[in-house]
């Protein structure tokens, strides 16, 4: 008969027995297996929901906020028959290590269910770090049903952005800045060495302007006295 809208595969066995007469019938040729396929996608076919495909910005969280959680939408098309298991893989160009209470598991859709949700754990974390970009993604499904052909559909993006600072924060503390004295008898100078601090991050070069103004009495200015080293940049 034809099939309906959809169909899952089903496997019947055509038997013969007598009715009657003298006969046997042959123990190794008296059944035969007839196996229909499949019609559509009964199980469903999987990918993110149109919401969850949009790029998350998320930021991490302090030790005293915990892991902050992110809640993505997964849902299946066609079918709903049966139950499907769908697994899932945080990836990423960098070391990932600790990012997420978990980087790869898996989530449950009921039968007669279309939707479930992946929830991702993002941990504090007190490391000045680069921003990062990550990718969710669905790798594979049990219980008959396929994940989407198209690869866009199966998988999302996440970014964290630069937290702590990463490329430095940049001081004077007045306990490393000094004159010294330079030379002797009547050749004497002094020399102001001023010391830049780089706290936090230190990641990339730097380049830091400075600039050292005011007056040491009413006529002479201290860029008088310093000269082309009153303005500059230390790398």
Known sequence: ?????????????????????????????????????????????????????????????????????????????????????????????????GDFLASSGSVMIPEGQREAAITLSLMPDTVPELEELYILQLTSVEGGATLDANPNLTRTHIRVPANDDPHGMFFLNPLQQSVVVVGSGSMVSRALIVNVTRLAGLFGNASVGYKISGRVDEVMDIQEILGGRAEGRLL
């Open 1 to 97: 008969l034809p099939h309906g809208e959809v169909e899952v595969e089903e496997t019947f066995v055509i038997e013969l027995s007598i009715l009657s007469g003298e006969m046997d019938v042959d123990p190794h040729a008296g059944s035969v297996t007839l196996k229909i396929e499949k019609f559509g996608d009964p199980n469903g076919i999987v990918q993110f929901t149109a919401d969850a495909l949009r790029e998350r910005v998320i930021n991490e969280s302090t030790e005293a906020e915990g892991p902050r959680n992110l809640s993505l939408l997964i849902t299946r098309r066609e079918g709903v028959v049966g139950n499907i298991t769908v697994h899932w893989q945080v990836q990423s160009d960098s070391d990932i290590t």
